[in-house]
C-alpha cells in the first residue's frame, strides 16, 4: 500500500503546495481566518491535483478564490452536483477550475481539486471561514489550526475519503501565521502548543494584541491557540446589519443578533453535588491510538476512574474492530471493582485493528438503565471513524436516556465528530492534547456529570413592538456553569437606534427554577464583516442538515439548504465552491458540454471521450492524488488515485 500525504506528482513526490500563510482574527470569542495555499506545477503536462484537509467540525466557509498569474476568480456557491459537473466539464474542455467542497461522511473533511494547471505555471488559492472559539475548563478560549488530517478507518467494503498523517520530515512546504486579537476587555494572556513570539498590545488599554509563530515552524502539527481575558465570563449581545444588495426580507438582509450567555446556577443547588450515576466508559484502542495516544487516553481514563464516586455503577468499554468490556455489565463502584478495573486499564493497548464505534454503542444503548443512576457515558477517542454522521446519529436517537461526553485524544482528532457526539448526548466536549491541562479538563466534565440534569429549557425575548425575531439556532438541550450558550436569530421590522431588547433564558436544575437575562441595544454594532451573518446561517443550516430530514427525504428541506447557502455564500453539504477560468484567464460563462471524468480507487486507467461510462462506478467522494491531462492525446485523460488506510 502506497503511503503519501497532501499533493502528489507522477513521480509520487508531494510537491505542488509550496506554502501556507494563514492571518487569523479574534474578535471576542469569535475567529475569522483566512489561509492561503500557494502552487506550483513543475511537472511538464497540465496536473490535477487533489488535497483532503481538515477545517473546524463548526466552521462556516465563506469565501474561496483562486489566481493564476495575474488573474484572481471568486468562487460561487452552487448545488453539489452541478459544481462537479462544471469542474469535470472545465477539465474536459482544457481549462483551469477550482472546486472546494465538504465531505458527504463528516463535516470537518474538505477536498480541494486544483483543476488542469498548465506547466510551469503558479496558482495561489485563498480561503476564509469564520468560527466560534470553544471555553476551556481555566476559562482560556481555544482555537486550534488542525494541520493533521488523522487516516479515518474504514471497513472493508465501505466509501470515503481515505488519508494519512503528516510525519514531520515528508512536511514539503512551509507555513506563515500571525493573529490579531480585540475585545472589549483585556487580553491578559495568549499560550500556544507551538513556540510564539512575545505578545503585541496595540494599545495602553491591552484590549488589541498581536502575535506570530515563531520562525522555522514545520506546519507538522495542530496549531493551538489560546486566549485570556480579564472577566471573561461577561455576557454579551452584537447586533449586525443587514447586506443591503441582499433580498429583502431574507436572513443576509435583515440585522442578526447575536448573545453569549454565561448561565449563573445557585450555589445552594451546585453545593449539592449528586453521588449517583452509572459511568460507561468507552476507550478507542484502534491501532491509529499507538504510541502517545494511548498513554494520553490511558491517563485521562484513570484519573476519571479513581474520581468516581463512591456507589455509584460503572462499566469500561474499549473498542477497535471488536470491541470488549471488563464486567458482564456495570458494577457499584467500590474499592475492589476499581481496583480490578485499574489493573485492566494498565494493561491497554492500541491493539485492536480499526475504528468501529458504532457496534459497542448499540450494545450500551441497548442495556437497560439501572434506577435512579442516571447513565453518563464517557467516550476517549482520536475520532478516526468513518461514519461521523452515523455515530452522531445514534447517540442523538438515545439522547433521553444518558449524557454523553466526549475527549477528543492527539493531534488531529476530528472536532465534528468530538463535538457532535457531546452536542447531541446532552453532555461536554473536551480536546486533550498535552498532559498540563488533562486534569482541569478531566475533572471539570466530571463535575458536569455529577450535576443534575438542566430540564426545561426556554428562550423569551422581550423586543419593541415593530420588531419580531426568528431563532436560528437549535434549541438549547444542556447548560453547565460556566459554559457559554450562543444564540442567533434574525430580527425583522424597523426600531430607532435607541431602542432596547432583552433574551431570558429559564430553566430547573433540581427542582429549582432559575433565569438569566441580559438587556441590549438594537443599534446595529459597525465594521463586522457580516461575521455574525455568516455563523448565523452555518447555525441555521446545520440544524437543518442535522434535523429529522437528513436522509433529505424532505425535498423542501434539502432546497431550503441550497437556497441559504448559495444566498450567504456558506458551504454546507448540499453545496460546493467552483471557480473556472478560460486559457485567456477569463471565466466561463454559460452551460458547458457535461462529460464524466471518473476518479476510481486506486487503478491507473485511460478513458476515451467516446466510451461508454454508464457501467463504471463513481465513488461519491473525491480521493487524495493527482490528475494530469495531455491536451494533445485528443481528449485523453489518465489519472491516479491514491488510497490511504
Known amino acids: 500500500m502506497v503511503r503519501a500525504c497532501g499533493l502528489l506528482t507522477a513521480q509520487k513526490e508531494p510537491v505542488p503546495l509550496k506554502s501556507i500563510e494563514v492571518e487569523l482574527e479574534v474578535r471576542d470569542h469569535v475567529a475569522t481566518v483566512v489561509s492561503t495555499l500557494n502552487y506550483e506545477n513543475k511537472e511538464n503536462k497540465p496536473l490535477e491535483a487533489v488535497v483532503v484537509f481538515p477545517l473546524p467540525g463548526d466552521a462556516a466557509v465563506c469565501h474561496f478564490s483562486a489566481k493564476i498569474g495575474q488573474t484572481q476568480i471568486v468562487a460561487e456557491v452552487k448545488e453539489k452536483q452541478k459544481a462537479r459537473e462544471e469542474y469535470d466539464d472545465a477539465l474536459s474542455s482544457g481549462q483551469q477550475a477550482f472546486l472546494l467542497e465538504e465531505s458527504d461522511q463528516s463535516p470537518d473533511i474538505f477536498s480541494l481539486s486544483v483543476g488542469s494547471l498548465p506547466p510551469g505555471e503558479s496558482a495561489s488559492i485563498r480561503l476564509e471561514y469564520v468560527t466560534e472559539l470553544a471555553v476551556q475548563a481555566d476559562d482560556g478560549l481555544r482555537f486550534c489550526l ?4 488523522n487516516p479515518r478507518y474504514q471497513p472493508q467494503g465501505s466509501e470515503g475519503v481515505q488519508v494519512t498523517s503528516v510525519p514531520a520530515s ?59 481575558y480579564k472577566d471573561a465570563h461577561q455576557p454579551t449581545a452584537v447586533v449586525e446589519a443587514g447586506q443591503a444588495s441582499a433580498e429583502p426580507g431574507s436572513l443576509m438582509a435583515d440585522p442578526v443578533v447575536m448573545v453569549s450567555l454565561y448561565p449563573e446556577f445557585p450555589q445552594s443547588v451546585t453545593s449539592s453535588v449528586a453521588s449517583c ?19 494520553s487516553a490511558r491517563d485521562t481514563l484513570l484519573l476519571l476512574l479513581k474520581s468516581l464516586p463512591m456507589g455509584c455503577y460503572f462499566n469500561i468499554y474499549s473498542f477497535g474492530s471488536r470491541y470488549e468490556h471488563i464486567f458482564p455489565k456495570s458494577v457499584e463502584y467500590s474499592q475492589q ?12 493497548e492500541a491493539n485492536l485493528g480499526g475504528t468501529e464505534m458504532l457496534q459497542p454503542l448499540k450494545h450500551i444503548y441497548s442495556q437497560p438503565c ?12 482520536d475520532g478516526e471513524v468513518w461514519d461521523t454522521k452515523e455515530v452522531i446519529d445514534l447517540v442523538k436517537k438515545n439522547s433521553d436516556s444518558h449524557r454523553c461526553f466526549s475527549f477528543g485524544i492527539g493531534e488531529g482528532a476530528s472536532s465534528a465528530l468530538i463535538n457532535g457526539m457531546a452536542k447531541e448526548g446532552g453532555g461536554h466536549a473536551q480536546f486533550i492534547t498535552d498532559t498540563d491541562r488533562m486534569q482541569a479538563k478531566v475533572m471539570q466534565s466530571l463535575r458536569f456529570a455529577l450535576q443534575p440534569a438542566v430540564v426545561d429549557i426556554s428562550v423569551i425575548w422581550d423586543l419593541p413592538k415593530e420588531v419580531s425575531v426568528t431563532v436560528l439556532s437549535p434549541p438549547i438541550t444542556a447548560l453547565f456553569p460556566g459554559q457559554r450558550s450562543l444564540i442567533y436569530a434574525q430580527l425583522s421590522g424597523q426600531s430607532s437606534e435607541a431602542a432596547e431588547g432583552c433574551v431570558t433564558v ?18 446595529p454594532a459597525e ?17 437543518l442538515e442535522e434535523g429529522e430530514h437528513r436522509g433529505w427525504q424532505d425535498t423542501k428541506v434539502k432546497e431550503k439548504v ?36 471518473l476518479k476510481h480507487d486506486y487503478v491507473d486507467c485511460t478513458l476515451s471521450p467516446y466510451q461508454d461510462y454508464e457501467d463504471l462506478q463513481e465513488p461519491s467522494l473525491l480521493t487524495m492524488g493527482y490528475m494530469y491531462a495531455d491536451q494533445e492525446s485528443y481528449g485523453k485523460l489518465s489519472f491516479v488515485c491514491f488510497l490511504f488506510l
Open 146 to 149: 488542525p494541520a493533521v488530517l
Open 370 to 381: 439501572i434506577p435512579n443512576q442516571p447513565r453518563q457515558l464517557f467516550v476517549f477517542t
Open 506 to 523: 429559564k430553566y430547573s436544575l433540581a427542582g429549582h427554577p432559575s433565569e438569566n437575562q441580559l438587556h441590549f441595544s438594537l443599534r
Open 337 to 348: 471493582t476499581m481496583e480490578e478495573a485499574l489493573n485492566t486499564v494498565v494493561q491497554m
Open 562 to 597: 441550497v437556497q441559504l447557502s448559495v444566498q450567504s455564500g456558506i458551504s454546507s453539504s448540499l453545496t460546493a465552491f467552483i471557480a473556472v477560468f478560460n486559457n485567456n484567464g477569463e471565466a466561463i460563462q454559460g452551460p458547458l458540454l457535461h462529460k464524466n471524468i
Open 277 to 295: 450515576g452509572e459511568f460507561v466508559l468507552l476507550m478507542d484502542r484502534s491501532g491509529s491510538m499507538s504510541n502517545s495516544r494511548i498513554s
Open 527 to 543: 465594521d463586522t464583516g457580516l461575521t455574525v451573518h455568516k455563523l448565523g446561517a452555518r447555525t441555521l443550516i446545520r440544524s
Open 170 to 228: 515528508l512536511v514539503p512546504y512551509s507555513l506563515s501565521f500571525s493573529a490579531r486579537v480585540s475585545s472589549p476587555r483585556p487580553i491578559s494572556k495568549v499560550e500556544s502548543n507551538c513556540s510564539l513570539d512575545p505578545l503585541q498590545d496595540l494599545n495602553t488599554d491591552q484590549t488589541q494584541a498581536t502575535v506570530k509563530l515563531a520562525a522555522g515552524h514545520k506546519f507538522d502539527r495542530d496549531v493551538e491557540l489560546l486566549i485570556y
